[in-house]
């Protein structure tokens, strides 16, 4: 049989500053945190991907450096996103996406693969506190005034569409899947023009939940969850990455 590949999540023991640098400056890239965004703090990010607050202080000073984030000292204070690329961005994305370019390959056909077991699952065992559930997340989404809320309200409602299976093991694989697309920083790319192409489908995505038609939910959420892989296709392009 196949050796199973590892996840993409957690940074492992070899880990360096310069490596979980690569991380952030690849989800800066990707969108995953927009201009003017705080960064998850020190402690955060070191559980997260699982290293030393030291590494993450290192790689802070090297986002600082090239001109990717700026941090803000005294109440308030924290690392601020100003900048989406730099001239070291390109050798971060190729060091955190491309390097394991097929194992997010395998990763975005599991993913559209589990989505849609849970969105059938969920328009299937949906009661009427789910329901209600799903209709305010829906309307928090449709809100949403910029990016950043955009982003919260879109892992919001898909955590409530997740808990809908009434299954927690599914529940935490939605949430794992999301860490590791995400390069283990747990937030969907979100940008204007994302937020727009979501809107359709969390809407088609929740009426067919809330209707009970699983086999709609089940082809909406396939559908769906390529948007974070196409953003991911977008981003290898921009490096010179020939993909579909």
């Known amino acids: 049989m196949a050796e199973e590949p590892p996840p993409l999540g957690p940074l492992r023991a070899a880990t360096t500053g310069e490596q979980v640098a690569h991380r952030l400056s690849t989800a800066i890239a990707l ?19 699982e290293v030393s607050r030291e590494s993450v202080r290192a790689a802070l000073r ?27 961005s390109e050798t971060s ?45 829906l309307t928090a989404f449709e809100g949403s005034a910029n990016p ?16 809908t299976t009434h299954n927690a093991r599914l529940v935490r694989l939605h949430q794992l ?4 697309v995400s390069l283990g920083v747990s937030e969907e790319p979100y940008t204007w023009e994302i937020y727009e192409e979501a809107r359709p489908h ?20 396939g559908e769906h969850f390529a948007i974070t892989e196409n953003a991911l296709r977008r981003l290898a392009a921009r490096v010179g990455r020939d993909r579909p």
């Open 31 to 49: 969108g995953e945190f927009s201009l003017g965004d705080r960064l998850p703090s020190e402690r955060e990010l070191a559980a997260l991907l």
């Open 62 to 88: 090297r986002l600082t450096d090239a001109g990717l984030i700026e941090v803000r000292r005294g109440r308030g204070g924290g690392a601020f996103v100003r900048a989406q690329w730099a001239e070291s």
């Open 93 to 137: 994305v190729r060091e955190a996406l491309l390097a394991q370019w097929e194992d997010f390959e395998a990763l975005f056909d599991y993913r559209r693969l589990i989505e849609s077991l849970i969105a059938r699952t969920a328009a299937q065992r949906a009661t009427d506190d789910d329901r209600a559930a799903i209709r305010a997340a």
């Open 148 to 163: 950043a809320e955009a982003r919260r309200h879109d892992t919001e409602l898909h955590l409530v569409i997740a808990r």
């Open 177 to 180: 899947l999301l860490s590791e």
């Open 202 to 221: 969390h809407r088609d995505l929740a009426e067919a939940v809330l209707g009970g038609d699983a086999e709609r939910a089940a082809e909406v959420a």
